[in-house]
């Protein structure tokens, strides 16, 4: 199979686990607007703005470094990977903290979080300018260009395949909590990647759930980013409700264009909202 058709593969699989297992097109507490946000950014992002980015990132490479194209391709397997985890993932990482902290950030993350629900329907859902303006996407078609695209194929399916299921309501590690024998296995694994009960802990709508953690677990491939730099929780449960915590709603335009589009209220509220509730 082409690389091009595996990704797509993977996010069908869930989207058809999501159809038999749970309720994909009609999510608990979906808003009417709820399937244009995630219809449009996600074929904006996946048709336009990913491949735009990437290719213009290499050709900003060549234009600083003309002779380096190809230059890491002879590297080893492990060096590559290292510079993808790095550059790609762990900046990635820091920016996904960075929208929960820095007002304006969140205004161009918060359609992300305005689903009241955990679904791969949502894994693209974000403000049209958010992944356009994403440090990690610009660094990896600058790897790229310098001869990292087939490892790159390999790491990008491995990491949409967790983010994926760290996503889905299809709780993959729910039953494997629930055999004894493989708690240890478990605790290196959540420990290690983003998983439903981890992530759906960053989804969750109400600090005073003790499963949500809407201020930390901001790991995408990697939850050991979380361990490693204080900001992780692990509960093995998952938050009774999603969404934004005492926030007006958002208008349609304004979760995919804000700031050009705005509402009477900000969406960058929560950043305040939450520290007072934290205080409290």
Known sequence: MPYQYIIPGIFIAFALAEIFQSRFFRQAHEQSSDKYVEVFSTLILVGLTQPFVLFLAGQSAAAVLPGAANSLAGAAIGVQLALLIICDDMVQYWWHR??????????????HHNAEYMSIRIVYRNNLLYYALMPSLWLSGFLIYLGLGPVYILYIIVKMTVIYGAHSNVRWDEKLYGIK???????????????????SAHHGKHLADSATHYKGNFGNLLFFWDVLFGTAKITRHYPAEFGVEQLAPMSTGAQLLWPLVRDATSPTEEITAADTLAAE
């Open 98 to 111: 960075a929208s929960h902290s820095f007002p304006w950030l969140y205004g161009l993350h918060r359609a």
């Open 181 to 199: 024998v493989l708690s240890p296995l478990m605790w290196l694994v959540e420990r290690t990647i983003s998983t439903p009960a981890t992530h």
